[in-house]
């Protein structure tokens, strides 16, 4: 039996509201930012909810093997991956976290055979939680009930397109020429493939860089939610890219026809 044949994403989304709960206390608590090799931030945040998430996911999950941000960050990535394995990212949206802002998310997502199977996605200010169970997208918000969830149909003359906080003007009309959306808003974090999934947005297109880590848990929940992610030519977005360093190329993500 294949592990995605079993419920996975419930106990996903236990393990990153677990870690949410761990990491809000900290959040706008003037905790010291430090810096990556890369330059990006780190919070004690970062560290404290991806060691629950480590710890938790083996302890559910024994023998499959996690590539998880900040171990990445800190000891490498692996040069080599085998076709079931575990993405992590503790915090998604560091920079947002850093600012006070409320768009940052507790991510995991199983990658099976090159796709993602399964995922949960949670943001910790407001509750909410994404995850997939049973071939569909489910969403609960704290001390409520799991409710279905799916994209909404394309309309280009109200089409809400999710763009990053950095990109500029020149950018943004260049995104607006090639995908023909109306609107656009400026979002943090794996979030924006959450907000597509459940039919509040229409489109996310990334022409720079991420991390693997970075959307597999939110690609899951849009794909369970009948979104698609592709290459910027509509091929399939494959997972575990272990040569690369599980660096992704450039993706759009959409939601209903």
């Not at 407001?126 to 997939?132: D, I, K, L, M, N």
């Not at 609107?183 to 991420?210: F, N, Q, V, W």
């Not at 992610?229 to 992704?248: I, P, Q, V």
Request: glycine letters at 12%; charged letters at 25%.
């Amino acid at each position: 039996m294949r592990l995605s044949d079993t419920d996975v994403g419930e106990t996903l989304a236990r393990i990153c509201e677990a870690a949410a709960g761990v990491i809000l206390p900290l959040w706008r608590s003037g905790l010291t930012v430090d810096r990556k090799s890369d330059e990006s931030p780190v919070t004690e945040a970062d560290r404290r909810g991806e060691a629950l998430i480590l710890q938790q996911l083996a302890a559910a999950f024994p023998g499959v093997p996690i590539v998880s941000e900040e171990d990445a960050s800190e000891f490498g990535a692996p040069e080599a991956i085998g076709p079931v394995f575990f993405l992590v990212d503790p915090l998604d949206g560091t920079k947002a976290f850093v600012r006070g802002d409320t768009h940052f998310t507790v991510n995991i997502g199983l990658i099976e055979d090159g796709r993602p199977v399964a995922g949960a996605v949670s943001a910790p200010p407001t509750g909410e939680t994404w995850f997939t169970k049973g071939g569909q997208a489910l969403k609960r918000v704290q001390g409520g009930a799991a409710q279905p969830v799916g994209v909404r149909p394309w309309r280009p003359e109200t089409a809400l397109a999710l763009i990053s906080h950095t990109a500029k003007a020149e950018e943004i009309q260049n995104l607006t020429d090639r995908y023909g959306f109306a609107r656009t808003e400026p979002m943090d974090s794996s979030i924006k493939l959450c907000r597509i999934a459940e039919g509040a947005a229409d489109i996310y297109p990334r022409h720079g860089p991420t991390m693997e880590w970075d959307i597999a848990a939110g690609h899951a929940v849009l794909e369970a939610a009948g979104g698609r992610l592709t290459t910027l030519e509509g091929e399939t977005f494959a997972y575990g890219k272990a040569d690369k360093g599980f660096r992704n190329g450039w993706f759009v993500a959409r939601g209903g026809a």
